[in-house]
Every structure is written in C-alpha cells, then in structure tokens.
C-alpha cells in the first residue's frame, strides 16, 4: 500500500514490479504536514457521508495480523468527525481520512493532512489486551488528531512561538470530545490532576516558560505540558468569559477569517474580541506570562455583611519579566447551615456566581445574610491557579459532602488530604479523623458515580505533594502518603469489601460506561484493601478470573505492588501470554518499573540487560525507563543517588538513537534544586555527567535551563 496525502488520484503497478500511487491534497498545506506510508498493511474502513454531503472513506491502517484489533479506532474516528460536525460545524474536506499504526512511532500520533500517522498503542484495542484506559485514550487521541484538520491544518501557524495555537487549542476541544461521550466531572478531575501534578511543577521549576514562549533553541523541547495543557486552560477560560454561544462565534469567525492561512495567536483572540465586543488584551497575558497563578481568598463576617477579599499573585520566574494581574474568571457558590446553595447576589454585581478578576486584589461584599455561609471557589477548576482559603478540616469535610459541582466535592477531599499529609492544621488528629469522615460518606454514597467515587479515593500523589511545598523532602512526603493510606483503608476496609463485592456482576460487562465505572471503582477497593493484608488471595482470585485486561492488570498491579504471594506466577503467566504482543509486554514492563521500592532500580537494571529491552522502540523505553523515572519516586529518588545514575548512564545511548524521546526523560530531573539535602548535589552531579555524555542540540537544550 502506497498512502499520501489528500485524495488518491492514481494506482499502478509498474513493468518492473514496483508500485505507483498518485496523491493530490487540494488544501494549502505546510510542509511540515506532509507525510508518505509504504508498507505490507490492511485495514477496516466505512463509507460514510458528512454532514454537509460529501461521501468520505474512512479507515484504518495497521499491520495484517493487528488489523482485528483496529474496530475501535474506526468507531472513534467517526464519532469524532460528527461531533466536529455538531459541536463545532467542522466538515471534512477530502474523499478519504486514513490513520496508520505504526509500532516504533516516537510521539502519539501526527495529524498529517488526511493521513494520520499513530503511535499503535493508541490505536490497537480488544477487550484481552486494552484496558478500559487504553480505549479511553484512544478514543481521545484520535479526537484530538482529527479535530487538527481544522485547528492546524486548514488553519496553520505563522511561526513555532505560536505552538499552542494548534495544540492548546485542539487538546481543549479533545478533552470537550471526550466530556460530551462520557462524564463530564470526571473528564475534568482528570484534565486537573495531570495539570496539578505536572504542569504546575514544570511551571514552578527550571524548564518554566510561557505557553508561547519568547525564544527557543530547540523546538521539540516546547512540546510541553505547559503548551498543551495550560494551553488549552485559557481556551477553556476564554470559554467560560464569553460563554458558549459567543464562543462558538468567535471559532466561526477565526476559522473563516484563516482558513487556508498562518496565523498567530492574535488573530485567534481578535476573532473572539470580533464576536463578542470584549477587549481582550489583558487577558492575551496567560499567552506571555510564565508560572502559576496563586489566590488568597479571606474571609470577613460582621452583622449581616459577608466579604471576600481575593488577592492576586504570580511567582517571579528566573529569565522571565515581572508577572502583571491576569484577566481570569472564577466561579464561587456560597453555601447556608443546611447545605443549600444561596441565590445572592453580591454589591454591584449580579448573581451568576463568577467574578472577574483582572487587579490585584478583588472584594466581594454580600449585604443581608442571616449567618455567615460556606464559600466555594473555582467550580469546575474555572482558572489554572493555585487557591489558598483558610477553610477548618470541618469546613472542606462539608464541601466534599454538600458541593453541587463534583469537581469541586473531589476538590475539596483533595485540600483535606493534602493538607493532612503536609500537617498544615493545627490539631492533625482532628484533621486526618475529618479525611476519613469523608472518605466514609462518599463510599456509602451508592448514588455516586463510581468512577467519580474511584477519583476521589485517589489521594494525592508525590508530584503534587511535592509542587506544594518549597523543599521537597522525598522521604517525608512518601512515608505520610503511605501511613494515610494504611489508616483510611483500615477504617473502610468493611466499606471497600462491601463495595468490591456489589460491583463485581456490572464490571463484569464490556467497554459500557457502566462497566467502567464499576471496573475502576473495583480495582480502587482491590488496592486499598490488599494494603492491610498483601497475602491475601484476593488479588490472585480476581487475576485468575479475570475476563478482560483492566482486571487482569489491576489485580497483576497489586500483587507486584505489594510483592505479595503469587506475584511470581502471576507474572510469569502474564509474560507467556502476551509475550508476543509488543503493546501488552509494555503493560508488564511498567508494572516491575514502577514498583515503589528501593530495590527496583535492580529489577530495572535485570530489564535492561534483557531482551525485553529495545532501545530503538519509543514504547519499550517510556515503559521501563519512563515509568521508573516518572512513576516511581521511591527508587528514582533513592538516598544514594542510584536512581539518577542508573538513567544518566542510559541517556546517552538513547540520545544518539532518539534525542526527542531521551530529552522527554531529562525533564525527570525538573525539580532537582529543590530536593532535601544531599539529593539536590547527587542530581546536578548526574545531570553535569550527562552534559559531557550527550549531543543532540535536544539534551543540551535542556541540560543548559536545568544546570543554569
């Protein structure tokens, strides 16, 4: 098969027995978007007609003996292009829409015009090697691929400063995509926890930079989270200024304004500014400004009167200008006694319950109340900064009961524990006894989603422990997460039990929300309760029972996590089963890599000298070398610095096969400076050996902002 783009015009085979395939892409196209596919593939298509009439083939490419496993992805890739059709009046513009899967492909996936090239593990899927994870991250990949045809393709970029334009904005309408098929509140507690836990610490350290950044050596290192993710935080507060029908204008206007044209970031907030009659130049801020905002809210009763004053900070960025007042929406609802929202309106202002802050500091004055009310703030994670009100453990035990928006009910169980672990109240006993109060009243919520309830039970991790304070001290932070989790699950273990039993018939299901739902609340209770007796066969029983992989894998976690009794057996089967299967192997792989304990970096180091280790393979490296560095703070982050080493030593060799995806592994190292004691020297000792190691204009990119 010869795969171009555009429309296919032509296919011949030559006298000589080689083949000839002519492509025509009618759309003004940067080079860049360009792509050709040669190989021995099959694929699953459909014929389907758009919404405005035009007959279009889609379908999808893979190798012969992956093709079965390709169903999913064709599904999905029509259920984006309607929802494009719907949401944003986006047709498709050429006779055929064709996604490759490719097994060694470095990034997820290309939006190439017309021929999307895939990482496979985004696009290879059945129930016995995907999990319910796997489907949902395919689902919104090839989304996000398809939605670029407008919102990068037909519409471009002037310049790689303007990076976020394309993809900021189309993760925003990715992330929507998957909103609108599945829930909402847990789409969006998802987004937040990826931003919190990464963003805002990329944000906070020495690779900060603005999403459109002023400079840049080499542009691979600026495919970030801070323009992907933040990025498409201000599309999304953008959104919630103007609403949703004067959004949707100001799309209209800028993708009939640039259709066929480079554009930059101001023709985007001029087509806004256009449709709504709002100046915007303040708000064009978020686009220049580096770091995380932060809000300080206090609080103020007397005799009927209820202040909130909101101030305004930004952190002053080394190599970056001071930061200015950003133009920001909030969301707020304030609560009475009984738990009931109150329609109030505060002094001058109307009762939408979202502010506008645009100064330093901001005052909300409510006349007329009989007591003083419980305030909630940033509904829905209305503006990426960090808030800080001085609530009791009592108060944010209330909120994760009575919120009327789920993600802040997640929200405020994420302040409570957070504030636990870091022993930010005065009467910690009292604090970590409201925690599990919480924690109680969501478990016996049977009205609850359980996929929400499933969210809420994941406590906050070590990267977003770690973002809230200035020294990192590593052995601290793990220590308090894990005795929390010992005692919480000790006080619901009879609540786990009873919920992990009453889920099992509809998790037993297929790929249905339902069954999700039920699968990642199940799989949650599995882990909590083989904290208090790992030689328990509970997770062997549901391995050995498993019919799907989100179970086989959640109970093979448990038992590598816990290193419990037939952990072994388990592994081995595992391994045998699959061992032919590259995507599922990777499964494995990240198991042994991430297990938190010191002596992984052993067990990595056996992976390494193995043949399950492929260099040359981007999955195999992110599986095992990224999982151990990103996903396992115990072994990475080990006292003696044997973490750091075991992935300097490794670097060099990755950077001469692959300089993207070992320059993705350096960002481990993001926050070194501020690590406790004598791990700060072991890691800048590493990353100067590095220096000398590596030469891609990638590595020395970013060795340069690390070490400056």
Known sequence: MLLGNGNPLDSTTLADGRHQAVWENPHPTPCYLFALVAGALDSVSRDIVTGDGHAVRLAVWAAPDDVPRCGFALDATERALRWDEQRFGRYYDLSQFNIVAAQDFTMGAMENKGLNIFNARFILADQDTATDADYLGIESVIGHEY????????????????????????????????????SRAVKRIEDVRLLRARQFAEDAGALAHPVRPPEYREINNFYTLTVYEKGAEIVRMLHTLLGEATFRAGMDRYFADNDGRAATVEDFLHAHEAASGRDLSQFARWYSQAGTPRLHVHRHWEGGCFRLRIEQTAPTIAGHSGPQPLQMPLRYVLYDASGAALDVAPDGGDGSGLVVLDRASHELVFNGLDAAPLPAFNQGFSAPVKLHCDYTPAELATLARIERDPFNRWDALQQLAKAVLLRQFPDPHDAGAALSDAIGALLDDDAADPAFVAECLALPDFDTLADAVDIIDVDALL????????????????????????LASVAAGGIDGAAIAARALRNTCLSWISRLDPTAALASEQFAAATNMTDRLGALRVLVRFDAPGKAEALAQFQQRYRDDALVTDKWLTLVASRPQPEAIDEVRALLDSSWWIPTNPNRVRAVLGSFARLNPVAFHRADGAGYALLVEQLPRLDAVNPQVAARLIGAFESHARLLGSRAALARSALVRLRAGVHSRDAQDLLKRLLA
Do not use: I, P
């Open 147 to 182: 939605f670029h045809n407008w919102s990068g393709n037909r519409v471009t970029l002037r310049d790689w400063f303007q990076l976020s334009l394309k993809e900021g904005l189309t993760v925003f309408r990715d992330q929507e995509f998957t909103s609108d098929m599945h």
């Open 479 to 502: 220590a308090a997460r894990e005795d929390m989790l010992d005692l919480l699950a000790e006080d619901h273990v009879e609540r786990l039990q009873r919920r992990y039993e009453a």
